[in-house]
Nanobody
Framework: QVQLVESGGGLVQPGGSLRLSCAVS????????MGWYRQAPGKQRELVAI???????NYADSVKGRFTISRDNAKNTVTLQMNSLKPEDTAVYYC???????????WGQGTQVTISS
C-alpha cells in the first residue's frame, strides 16, 4: 500500500518562501510520477508541478520561475520549493503519486499554505 505524508506548510508573508516535502512509503517510488496539486477555498484542485520518473518537470504557468519540484529516489521523497510567494498561492497543497504499474493515483492528506501579511 502506498502512503504519502506531506509536511512543511504554514503561514508566511508575501515574498517569502516555503518548502513542502512529501514522504512516500511503499515500493517502486522511482517508477512513479509525482506531483503537487493545490486547492483554494471555492476552487477546483489544480496541478502545480509534476516530476516524472525520468526527472522531467512541468509547472503551472502561475508558478513558473517561482516554484521548483525535485525528487530523491534514495529517500522516497518529493519536494516543492516555493519562492516569491503571493497571496494567491494560499491553498491546501496535496502530494500525488501516479503508479504506472496499476495506473493508480495516491494522495496525501494535504498541508495548508497561507500567504498573508
Amino acid at each position: 500500500q502506498v502512503q504519502l505524508v506531506e509536511s512543511g506548510g504554514g503561514l508566511v508573508q508575501p515574498g517569502g518562501s516555503l518548502r513542502l516535502s512529501c514522504a512516500v512509503s511503499g515500493s517502486f517510488f522511482r517508477l512513479m510520477s509525482m506531483g503537487w496539486y493545490r486547492q483554494a477555498p471555492g476552487k477546483q484542485r489544480e496541478l502545480v508541478a509534476i516530476i516524472t520518473s525520468g526527472f522531467s518537470t512541468n509547472y503551472a504557468d502561475s508558478v513558473k520561475g517561482r516554484f521548483t519540484i525535485s525528487r530523491d529516489n534514495a529517500k522516497n521523497t518529493v519536494t516543492l520549493q516555493m519562492n516569491s510567494l503571493k497571496p494567491e498561492d494560499t491553498a491546501v497543497y496535496y502530494c500525488n503519486a501516479h503508479a504506472p504499474l496499476n495506473n493508480q493515483d495516491y494522495w496525501g492528506q494535504g498541508t495548508q499554505v497561507t500567504i498573508s501579511s
